[in-house]
């Protein structure tokens, strides 16, 4: 009676209610959707459990990681779990890693992964470290490590600069070291650098060797080469600045070039300036033609070498921070001509920092009683190492006249100036014997007493 009933049933309404066939008793309420439960028996559900019960991902991120693999036996899995806990990676840390390469769970424990998790050890990274590592390219477990460790160890790079390398670019693990970064450390290397420049250089910056050798590094340095004229300057520049050749410099550059050139600056000044500082030239156009503009206003000649030290000066301190150490000027008196007088016979003193400005402002002006104008005139003064150069000759000059050997008026800019030889000669050797103190006040011993 009861399967006749089930037969006679409109087939929609069979499709809805068939729990009735099974022998269940039912109400309306019960043919609500009913969330499916894992079976154990079906693999989709085995890896969405273990993904959420071993791992710690959500439901929802299980489900997504369950589609790129499929795990029929949780022996491997737990095994590689097992491994990372041992190298010190958290829970959390775990999942964020598992959420991000679901498929490392996979992974050949004995030829791969275990091999790598100790060279990566070897080289630094574990816990924290290791975790940062793996959050930007947890591909790098899976990779021939080993290989380009060899490789770089081989190109003379020390395993602290690998670990650097490895931590700023892992990307670089899933590259053919004979294919691909080989050739690039030989073009560095036919362009002047020795490898154990190119270490260190790579170290720091190694995004350039994820640059394209045919299509963006090789061009680069033939734009190089046509603006600055010489190999020896291609890698002058390349040396002041590695970046250069990762980026497509002839438009910012050329750009920049021609607004000088129609200020009236001669080409090899331009090319100058790009020696001297390469990053002053590849700033945005807008800003490097407001630094030219200022540098032209101020009275710099264009065909003078000071023109171009006062374009380095401006391009390479940013508005906030010149403010700053205009403002550190004028706290010891100095009005803004004062200013503009000492950036304009010497453009570097705005290179010094704010820090050293006061510090050397008020040891002249506090402690010798120099007027601040007499420095704005001298503003070499603000180049000088205080500590090296500016108190251990005050010392010395001091000890001198109380001696009555030299005259009170005695000019100590003068004494500044002198090159550490001359100052050495005239006034230190020079006096050695009747006052064997000199010596030390040359060296400052006096002022660590």
Not at 117 to 123: D, G, H, I, T, V
Not at 250 to 278: D, R, Y
């Amino acid at each position: 009676m009861f399967r006749l009933i089930c037969i006679k049933l409109p087939q929609q309404l069979r499709r809805r209610a068939s729990p009735i066939c099974h022998g269940h008793l039912f109400t309306t309420s019960s043919l609500k959707t009913i969330p499916e439960l894992p079976n154990s028996t079906d693999p989709k559900s085995l890896t969405v459990s273990f993904l959420r019960n071993s791992c710690g991902l959500s439901l929802e991120l299980a489900a997504s990681a369950s589609k790129k693999l499929d795990i029929e036996n949780i022996e491997n899995p737990n095994l590689v779990l097992d491994l990372l806990r041992t190298h010190g990676l958290t829970q959390n840390q775990i999942r964020h890693l598992i959420s991000s390469r679901p498929l490392l769970l996979l992974a050949d424990l004995g030829k791969t992964l275990r091999p790598n998790m100790e060279l990566f050890k070897s080289l630094g990274f574990s816990g924290a470290s290791l975790a940062k590592l793996l959050s930007k390219d947890p591909r790098v477990l899976e990779s021939d490590a080993y290989t380009v460790v060899e490789f770089f160890r081989a190109h003379g790079f020390s395993d602290e600069q690998i670990s650097t390398l490895t931590m700023k670019r892992p990307t670089l693990y899933m590259l053919d070291t004979q294919k691909i970064l080989k050739p690039k450390l030989e073009f560095l290397k036919s362009l002047g650098f020795s490898y154990l420049e190119i270490a260190n250089r790579l170290s720091i910056e190694p995004y350039i060797l994820g640059r394209s050798l045919e299509n963006q590094i090789i061009p680069c340095v033939q734009k190089l080469r046509r603006i600055v004229g010489t190999d020896d300057n291609v890698l002058k520049v390349v040396k002041a600045r590695f970046s250069l050749i990762e980026f497509n410099v002839e438009t910012v550059l050329q750009a920049n070039i021609s607004i000088l050139l129609s200020h009236g600056v001669p080409n090899s000044l331009a090319v100058k300036i790009f020696l001297l500082e390469p990053r002053s030239l590849l700033m945005r156009t807008y800003r490097f033609s407001e630094i030219v503009n200022e540098v032209m206003k101020l009275g710099f000649d264009p065909n003078n070498l000071l023109f171009v030290l006062a374009i380095r000066s401006m391009a390479v301190v940013s508005k906030a921070l010149w403010e700053k150490k205009v403002e550190a000027f004028r706290s010891f008196g100095l009005s803004k001509d004062e200013i503009d007088l000492a950036f304009k016979l010497q453009p570097m003193c705005m290179i010094t920092s704010e820090k050293k400005i006061v510090k050397v402002m008020g040891f002249f002006v506090n402690n010798l009683k120099m007027k601040p104008s007499i420095i704005s005139k001298n503003p070499n003064l603000l180049l000088f190492s205080l500590e090296k150069r500016i108190i251990p000759r005050c010392s010395v000059l001091q000890l001198l006249m109380s001696k009555g050997l030299i005259k009170e008026d005695t000019s100590i800019l003068h004494a500044f100036r002198m090159t550490e030889k001359t100052f050495v000669k005239k006034l230190v050797q020079k006096y050695q014997n009747e006052v064997p103190d000199v010596i030390r006040a040359h060296q400052d011993e006096f002022s660590k007493e």
